[in-house]
């Protein structure tokens, strides 16, 4: 069984005891349990729903492992005979998410 799940604008395929990076999730510490809501495809036992935009009644629930930051990228700024150069980094947040959990209602009619 898997899900597509939205998150911080990006879709993400989860499955139960993956680990997903994601942008950094504000708002939430390590150890902490999150839940997705806003699930756009599930396949369960071949039986596929697909969300207008969203699939109602699932849930995907996960566990916050780490709050990390990515690889370096150099910016530089140059302009040629006028002795203008800048040189900048950036380092960006990332989260990596255990997927504990897909829960959703079969009884509950989502076409």
Same mark, same amino acid.
Request: aromatic residues 8%.
């Given at each position: 069984?898997? !899900?597509?799940?939205?998150?911080?604008?990006?879709?993400?395929?989860?499955?139960?005891?993956?680990?997903?990076?994601?942008?950094?999730? !504000?708002?939430?510490?390590?150890?902490?349990?999150?839940?997705?809501?806003?699930?756009?495809?599930?396949? !369960?036992?071949?039986?596929?729903?697909?969300?207008?935009?969203?699939?109602?009644?699932?849930?995907?629930?996960?566990?916050?492992?780490?709050?990390?930051?990515?690889?370096?990228?150099?910016?530089?700024?140059?302009?040629?005979?006028k002795k203008y150069r800048r040189k900048l980094g950036h380092r960006q947040w990332y989260t990596d998410i255990r997927i504990d959990?897909?829960?959703?209602?079969?009884?509950?009619?989502?076409?």
């Open positions: 069984m898997y !899900a597509i799940i939205e998150t911080s604008g990006k879709q993400y395929k989860v499955e139960e005891g993956n680990i997903i990076t994601t942008q950094k999730q !504000a708002e939430t510490s390590e150890g902490k349990q999150i839940v997705f809501d806003k699930i756009l495809l599930l396949n !369960a036992k071949d039986d596929i729903k697909l969300g207008t935009p969203y699939v109602d009644g699932v849930k995907v629930y996960g566990t916050i492992l780490t709050h990390k930051k990515g690889e370096k990228k150099v910016i530089i700024k140059f302009k040629g005979r959990k897909i829960e959703y209602d079969i009884h509950k009619d989502v076409s």
